[in-house]
């Protein structure tokens, strides 16, 4: 109960107070009242201010937004191109591969052609020399059958020699048949 009426007591002194003033002239509480107010003011144009910024701090965003959507396109863009550029270059190296493959199979080819050439030479130039020894043969053969024949003119048919088969032929006539077969 003490406390009691030691609350209602505080109370009432508080009340008393308050009712018959505190003890500030009425000038300086007008002061203080007119600074209140100019402080109020220039709290509205601030919070004016602060809106203001806001809206500009709101585009600001919306711009950094879109530039990061532009980002990320543009990274993705590049992701693509990356990708473009090492699919280009690995068709590169693989066409570079065939290419080198291909300059090898040329080489070869080149040699075996000139390995061909050289071989086509010889068997020309064996031709060649065939050529003239046919030529050398038959110039013998001619001269073996005139130097026959002189010999069957000179010499006659011999007697002594059992007939041939097939008549009276000359060497002529026998090597031509030999020939023939």
């Not at 107010?37 to 937004?65: C, H, P, Q, W």
Request: glycine content about 6%; overall charge negative; charged content about 25%.
């Amino acid at each position: 109960m003490q406390k009691q009426a030691i609350a209602m007591m505080a109370v009432v002194g508080c009340a008393v107070t308050m009712l018959t003033g505190c003890g500030i002239p009425k000038e300086e509480h007008q002061a203080v009242v007119d600074d209140l107010n100019a402080k109020m003011a220039e709290i509205e144009t601030l919070k004016g201010n602060v809106a203001a910024l806001d809206s500009k701090l709101d585009a600001e965003k919306s711009k950094v937004r879109k530039a990061g959507i532009e980002l990320e396109n543009a990274a993705e863009r590049l992701t693509k191109s990356k990708a473009a550029v090492a699919e280009a270059s690995s068709a590169l190296a693989s066409e570079t591969a065939k290419v080198n493959r291909l300059e090898g199979d040329l080489s070869s080819e080149k040699s075996k052609v000139v390995s061909a050439q050289q071989n086509a030479d010889e068997v020309a130039t064996d031709l060649a020399d065939l050529q003239t020894a046919y030529k050398v043969l038959q110039a013998r053969w001619k001269q073996f059958e005139d130097n026959l024949n002189t010999l069957d003119d000179t010499v006659g048919p011999g007697k002594a020699s059992a007939p041939a088969a097939g008549g009276d032929k000359s060497a002529l006539d026998l090597l031509n048949e030999m020939g023939a077969q």
